[in-house]
């Protein structure tokens, strides 16, 4: 039954009409589509048929093409929010996501302020302008060498050699052996214990309620509840395990574990690890990366798909945002079939943690033109390893002869002009979208995905994409004239893998499966995979800091060139597995006034000692 309410933007005016259509002829039973029903919404590649069809007078078959097409493009009119319908918490009119108008008058001067841009077109696009010149003369500079990594063959197409293997001293390899071997070895519950003595991340668990007593064992209980459901053993599996009765496990994780009180935790243990001396050597907590990971089901699910490049049968995918510092900041479960790039925004705007995220890197499947744009717009900066970048088109913001005479070898690279007269008709609305999004107006995710499979004749959507064009040429320019650039993003990309590898060693039970069927249990699961691995890491850096120290204290030097190569999402020192015993109390006592363990002491006459 198609809803009477359903309503377009104008260039949808013909497949409203032919909903209305359809409409009576499902009401009255009539099954011959009436002349001059339209036909514009048709894709080109369904067209021949209606027309073979209607050549053949059979209105039957013209009847059934043509209804195809019609719902075919009510589907992506949905999708796109060329078509809406009024009151849908999804499928509403995208505008009625942002700022009304009157309210954007409040907001545009502050969120221009905050991001660094001209509300007046006329000023913001020259400068944009000028970043165009200058990444383009790094650019030209670096084509002329003509042997380079990246240069122009004699077709004069660009060539991009991939990056070599990064130089990693030596030394840095075996300075870690050395200091894993100082760490001691813990049990994960003890491992829990020693984070919450040095953040309290156990007291953002709050009571659903609003509860304020807590026993005595809630604590025990609620470490119980994170490794039961991050290790995937489950509330089942642990009782087993821990000998907690397993309705005390449910009612713990029933009132206290949840999406929000997971952040919270998380937001401590990012916050405590951005501030420990080491994790000053991994990075500045400027610079994320985001990637899918994908995990099997087990059992059906509604947020489960068919992926046979990862899965047997049906998976997710969790979602995560990893800093420099190795920490994880964001975790969302999605299906695994949608496209990544529309959630990558969702962490950089809603991050609550101390990490002065300003860039970010992604792989392929995180870009799209609306990133681009979007990214800049709200302040920040999309830095990609786009696969095949050199088969991308390229913008230029003026005549195509005029950047040949300036840029003789990058400008004929620039094959499209950017319709710079679209992006200034829309400035303002274009900044109304970003600062909707960037005070959370609006769902990033929902918006950013709209904007994608927006046709062309959505002005904003077109005028959005233009600008991200703009954007992303700016950008490959800059990427293929610093090779220094270059390898940044893909250590950083590289991190993100390392962190992936731990939460899969974490991700131990039931051969790795999901078994929760439920998309707020599955994000609830993912979200306790992300405290546990982030506690570890913390962990790890600590001791690792210690190490360092004590190494520094016995007069040795320790270059923090070679630290910087140094990983602390590794797990040699951490048991997993065996039996499971939780005695909060016990494992506190085991710690010092400064609540640490004594570092082992490395024998000479052990295997590696001395490196």
Known sequence: MLAPDRQGCAPATPLIEALQILRELNATGARNVPDGAPTLFVPTRFQGYLDEAAAKGDATAYRHYWELCTLLALRDGLRSGDVYVPGSRRYD???????????????RAEFCRLVGKSPDASEALPLVMDELDEALTDLEGTLKQGDGPVRLNDAGELVISPLTAEDIPSEAEELHGELERMLPNVPIVSLLVE???????????????GKQARSPQLKRNLIACLIGLSTNMGLHGMASSCGIPYDVL???????????????ANICLVNYHHQLPMTAMFGSGTLSS??????????KSITARHLNKYFVNEGISTYTHVSDQHSTFGTKVI???????????????????????????????GVTLVNFALFDLVGKQLSPRIRDLGKITLYR???????????????????????LDLVADHWDDLLRLAGSLKYGHATVSLIVGKLSASSRQNALAAALKEYGAIRRTIYAA??????????????????????????????????????????EQQNAQAWCLTVVTNAVVCWHTEYMGLAVGELRGAGREVDAEVLAHISPARSSAVNYYGSITVDY?????QLDDQGHRPLRTVSVDEPGAGL
């Open 585 to 589: 109390d016990r494992e506190l006592a």
């Open 478 to 519: 800059k990427y293929l004239s610093d090779p220094v650039y270059r390898r940044k993003i893909a250590r950083q990309l590289n991190k993100g893998e390392s962190i992936h590898a731990l939460r899969r060693q974490l991700h131990y039970a039931r051969e790795g499966k999901v078994s929760r069927r439920q998309p």
């Open 290 to 299: 985001s990637d899918g990971q994908r995990f099997p089901t087990r059992g």
């Open 93 to 107: 009119n995208p505008a009625a996501y942002l700022f009304k108008p009157a309210q954007w008058v409040t907001h």
């Open 195 to 209: 984070m919450d003595r040095h953040t309290g991340f156990l007291d953002c668990f709050t009571h659903a309620g």
């Open 335 to 365: 299906v695994a079939t949608h496209r990544e790039a529309h959630y990558v925004l969702d962490e950089i705007l809603g991050n609550a943690t101390d990490l002065p995220i300003t860039e970010h890197a992604t792989d392929t499947h």
């Open 397 to 419: 913001m003026g005549g195509k002869d005029d950047y040949e005479e300036r840029f003789p070898t990058a400008g004929p690279l620039l094959t499209k002009k950017a319709n």
């Open 250 to 264: 449910a009612w713990t994780a029933e009132w206290y574990i949840r999406e929000d009180t997971l952040r919270e």
